[in-house]
Each structure stands twice: as C-alpha cells, then as structure tokens.
C-alpha cells in the first residue's frame, strides 16, 4: 500500500515539535469506539465509513482529535484488542483506502486522528503466534513471547502464581504438534492475548516499524494500550498473593508485571521516532498506575506526551477529594513539564452519568442505575468543572449525549470477555459500550440501516442528537457551548495550576486568568458572592445583583 496517503495537520509556530505550547498541551479528545458509534453499511456494527460520515458533528461539537478503539484485523475474542495484523483492517471495520479517506477527511475538517496501539499482547491468531505453535518447543518465534515449562512433576502447574485480570490463572497450556502436553504461555488478559516478550530485539523491532507504518499513513499519535505492561520482571517471579490483581500495581512498581522501570527505555526510543515526523505527533500512555506520581514518570520530556488520569476518574463526587486529586495531579505533572489529562469516562468503566447517580459515586463499575435525575446533574457538573481544568481533557463518545450505562442488558447479549470469566474484572463494560443514538426514531436510533450489535433500549431515541440539538437546556448543547467557550477564553485551556478561592464546605472555587470556576458538589443550594459575568452553567442559577444561588450539585463558569 503506498504510504504518505493522508499528509498530517501541518504545524505552526505554536506547535512545533517540542514547542511549550503544542495543540495536544489543551487538546479537547473524543474517544470514538468504532463499533459502537456509527454503522455505515447497516450491518449492525459501527465501521470506519460510519466514523467518516458522522466527523462534521465532532467538528461542530467543537473537539480537537478523535482517537479510535483498535480497527485493526483481529478474530474480535477482545472487541479488537486482540490483534492478528497491525497493517491491516479488520473487515467488519472496512479497509485501508477506508482508514485513509477517514484521515483525510477528518484533517480537512481541522481534526486531529489517534488511533490505538496495542503492545502488550498480540492475538493468538498472529502469524508470529501461529507458526511458534505450529513449529513447536525450540521455535525461534517462542522467544517473541513467554513460553515456559509448567511446574509439577508433569509440567501440569502453570510456571508461577500470577493471575489474568481477566479472571483465572495467567497462563494456559499448549500442545505440542505431536499431540502431548507443553509449554505454558503468559497472557495478562485473555489466554486469546498472548503477552510479547519485550525483552526480544525483534518485538522492539516490529513494533517501530508499526509506529511508521502509521504515522507514514498520516496519523497524529497513538494511544498506547497497556502501556504499564510490557516489561516483566525478570525470572517471572511468583507474586505470593492470593488476592486477585488487577490493573493497578503497587507503589513502588513492585508489581512484576506492571510498571517496571524497564518501560521507559521503549517509549523514549518511540518518541525520536514520533519526533521525526511534522505536525507534532503525540502518543498517549493508558498507564494505571497506583499514584499520579508514578504516572507522571511516562512522560518526561523525552517519553511520552500525555497519560490518562485515572486517579481523578475513580475520585467521589465529594468537593474535598476533587480538590485532592487535582492539586495531586497538577503538581506530579508540573516538575516534568506535562499537561495534566482529565477524564470521566471511557469504554472500560460505567459511564459517569450512572457512577454519579448513586453516592458517592467514585467507583469505576457499578451495576445500579441509581437515581439518574441525580446522576446526569452531577454529570454535567462535573463535565464543566474537567473542562475548565488546565491541560487536555477526553470526552467519551456519548457522554455528550448524556447517555447513561445500560446496567440491564441480558445475559445472552453480553460480550465483554471478562463477563465469561469468574473473580476477573466485573465484566458489565458492555453496559458503556451500547451503540450511541442519533436520530428520535429507527430500528437503530440512526445508529445504521438495521439493528445494532448490542440492544438499545427503549427510549433510547429521546435521548439522541436529533433530539438534543437545538434545546438550549439539553446536555449535547452544553457541552457544545462549553467547548466553543473553552476555545475562545483565553484563561481556559493549557497551564499547570489553578488559583483556589475560599468557599464553603463542600463547594470548590478556582480562578484562572479572567475567569472563574465555582462548584457545589452538596445536596442543598449554597449562596455565594457573584464572580462575574456567567458564562456557562451545568443547571439553572440564580443571580441576585452581588449574590448567586447554586443550586445542588452545578457548576458554574465565571468571566471577570
């Protein structure tokens, strides 16, 4: 396939490489999940035509980039992060010239392109996988990935005692081509996932080439699955805890398979690459790691240039810890000159609109809809309050919409693969990953030309951009008002701190140049001095000459 297809934003002044003030420094990031956001050949399942056609609405929304969930050609066992050819789309997704004409398109609509990157583990369906199967003990290709003698008299134990966060032991056994029993192989996540061994020259290798194969396609930068894991201790060595593991490790990277310092060598090879490239390309870590702290170790200078915060996802809708984690996230940011990133929702949690519908509402999973008066409330609040954060925020698709998880999907239409595993994670990602509404009425909501691949609900249609566009009091149009304000503020968007204002307890109040942020994040109506001139607000207030009323859980933009 010829290369160069899609030519890239082109850079400015402002956005050189290595330039203080690059676009993704106060990005505002759209996460689309291809199969769950617009289906253009009305098969039931999203595809990159469907993207293509539905880009002039996150133009309007007013984002900056749109970073899409793996495409790539994958037998789907983990909706794609299960990757068989990096170079390759899935069909079920489109092709090639599809992924070229969406780049093209989105760049002429001033929109940047992130596409994921999964290198922690390939599919078993990889080439590379197959033949170290196939050719058996001695293959040169098992040295690609973890392939170990079991433990017990037979080999019949796994090689130690670590456990998938998927649910179940790390490890499965193979057979060998004679038909007896063999090694084992690691998988941190489903045994269709099979690990890489990064400690392999020619796994750093390929994946290099990848990253070119993509940039040379155009993109702006990568989203880095699993970015805490591709390096192991050395030796694999038993953990010695029963409990089970999930994403996050210990504090000091004592996790033998998360967060082990030998990452960092990998991804400042990864940035001389993506510097070499025009339009200042970016790569993104999804890193859980157990502090901002440890976090802030994935972009240094010469690393990478953003990393997700988890930390303030999972944080309560209490005003006390809000202000915690902000503070934590903005001075672990500062000493290596990163933005902070802000998010509320992705395809991996319950959407904020239900997590906040129920008190305290920091848990990323919950199978309650709760009180969802209460929770879209707090949802649009607490939306305001992330976007008028310093540094780069990402909006979930859908979350605009302010579409709640579906908690009551049955049994027989659930595909996340960790649903089908027992003691992994809670396994109702499905709930998040519903196919968004577009229009009032269809088979599909506007999703596509039929049904779609995980059941909508009913009603789902009031809640679609149909329905919301136009109504000054829906959540699509504060979040469009709210963007285009962030735009054009100019105390919104890049920096590295906020100034706090006294306000009372349970209510937080910031200040940035010429603006000021005030939030109520309590169950009652709080009075406060007016700060100014309203800009956007999440719910109505009341402004009474020098005094405003908040009403409970609201946020409040201010220009002064």
Request: hydrophobic residues 40%; glycine residues 10%.
């Amino acid at each position: 396939m010829t290369q160069h297809l899609a030519a890239p934003l082109t850079g400015t002044s402002d956005d050189a490489p290595g330039h203080p003030h690059g676009w993704w420094r106060d990005a505002v990031i759209y996460q689309v999940y291809p199969r769950s956001f617009a289906d253009g050949n009305g098969d039931g399942m999203g595809d990159l035509d469907g993207v293509r056609r539905r880009l002039p609405y996150l133009r309007d929304l007013g984002v900056d980039a749109v970073w899409l969930s793996p495409f790539y050609a994958s037998p789907q066992a983990d909706a794609g992060y299960d990757v068989a050819d990096y170079r390759a789309i899935d069909p079920m997704f489109g092709t090639l010239l599809d992924a070229d004409a969406l780049i093209r398109d989105a760049h002429e609509l001033d929109l940047r392109v992130i596409v994921d990157l999964v290198p922690n583990h390939s599919s078993d369906a990889h080439e590379w996988f197959k033949r170290a199967l196939r050719e058996g003990p001695g293959s040169a290709l098992r040295e690609r990935y973890h392939f170990r003698p079991g433990k017990g008299a037979n080999g019949e134990l796994p090689p130690n005692d670590w456990e998938s966060i998927f649910g179940g032991p790390a490890w499965t056994r193979t057979t060998d081509p004679d038909g007896t029993p063999g090694d084992w192989y690691l998988h941190l996540f489903a045994p269709e996932q099979p690990d890489f061994n990064w400690d392999h020259p020619a796994v750093a290798d390929e994946f290099r080439s990848i990253l070119r194969f993509w940039l040379d396609m155009g993109v702006d930068g990568f989203r880095v699955d699993v970015a805490h894991g591709l390096v192991k201790a050395a030796g694999l060595p038993d953990i010695g805890d029963t409990g089970q593991l999930r994403l996050l490790g210990s504090a000091d990277g004592g996790t033998p398979f998360f967060d082990q310092d030998g990452v960092h060598e990998i991804y400042r090879q990864w940035r001389r690459i993506l510097d070499e490239y025009p339009g200042d390309r970016i790569a993104v870590a999804e890193a859980w790691t157990p502090t901002v702290e440890r976090t802030a170790n994935y972009v240094r200078p010469d690393e990478l240039h953003q990393a997700f915060n988890f930390q303030y996802l999972s944080t309560s809708w209490v005003g006390a810890e809000l202000r915690e984690v902000i503070d934590v996230s903005l001075a672990a940011m500062r000493p290596v000159g990163a933005p902070a990133t802000w998010v509320l929702s992705n395809h991996d949690v319950t959407r904020h609109a239900t997590r906040f519908a129920s008190p305290p509402g920091g848990a990323t999973q919950t199978r309650e809809a709760g009180d969802r008066t209460l929770g879209l409330r707090r949802a649009r609040a607490a939306t305001l309050l992330m976007l008028a954060l310093p540094g780069s925020a990402y909006v979930y698709q859908g979350e605009e919409l302010g579409l709640p998880d579906v908690t009551d999907l049955p049994d027989e239409a659930r595909q996340d693969p960790s649903y089908f595993r027992a003691d992994g994670q809670d396994g109702f990602r499905d709930g998040c990953r519903v196919p968004i509404p577009w229009t009032r009425e269809g088979s599909s909501y506007g999703f596509g030309g039929g049904d779609s691949w995980l059941p909508q609900p009913e009603g789902w249609g009031a809640l679609s951009v149909e329905a919301q566009t136009g109504d000054p009091g829906s959540t699509l149009e504060l979040y469009r008002a709210a963007l285009a304000a962030r735009k054009e503020h100019p105390g919104l968007g890049a920096g590295d701190s906020v100034e706090w204002l006294d306000a009372p307890e349970g209510m937080l109040a910031f200040a940035r140049p010429g603006f000021v942020c005030t939030v109520n994040t309590t169950d009652t109506a709080v009075r406060i001095p007016a700060q100014g001139r309203v800009l956007v607000a999440s719910g109505p207030v009341a402004v009474n000459g020098a005094e405003a009323e908040l009403p409970a859980d609201t946020t409040v933009w201010w220009t002064v």
